[in-house]
């Protein structure tokens, strides 16, 4: 069992940056894939970034690529989504999660892979 909580949402305009943490319990985070979603008002929940255990492999979401960067501080228990360039568009509620299966390389981004879900923090960018 593990829980994650996020923070550093907030409101910003296009083209600044915010930094988003993912703060999990539990002792085996290490052996979690991760994963940030996003789901904006009437639209379905939308991989935007993950990453492998050791966090030496990540993944994006088509629209997101180039301008956020995810990683993770094990010893930390904590993953992060760094976002830059940010855009009207990217206004949502971001949610963190956990997957508690697979093995060191391996990266999901449906949302019915992930096992664990945080209660999201709301970014919103005005243009």
């Known amino acids: 069992q593990v829980q994650l909580v996020e923070s550093g949402g907030g409101s910003v305009q296009a083209g600044g940056s915010l930094r988003l943490s993912c703060a999990a319990s539990?002792?085996?985070?290490?052996?979690?894939?991760m994963g940030w979603f996003r789901q904006a008002p009437g639209k379905e929940r939308e991989f935007v970034a993950g990453?492998?255990?050791?966090?030496?492999?990540?993944y994006y979401g088509d629209s997101v690529k180039g301008r956020f960067t995810m990683s993770r501080d094990n010893a930390k228990n904590t993953a992060y989504l760094q976002m830059n360039s940010l855009k009207p568009e990217d206004t949502a509620v971001y949610f963190c999660?956990?997957?508690?299966?697979?093995?060191?390389?391996?990266?999901?981004?449906?949302?019915?892979?992930?096992?664990?879900w945080g209660q999201g923090t709301r970014v919103t960018v005005s243009s």
């Open positions: 999660a956990a997957a508690a299966w697979g093995d060191s390389g391996s990266i999901y981004y449906a949302v019915q892979d992930y096992d664990y």
């Open positions: 539990g002792q085996t985070f290490s052996s979690y894939a």
């Open positions: 990453i492998s255990w050791s966090g030496g492999d990540t």
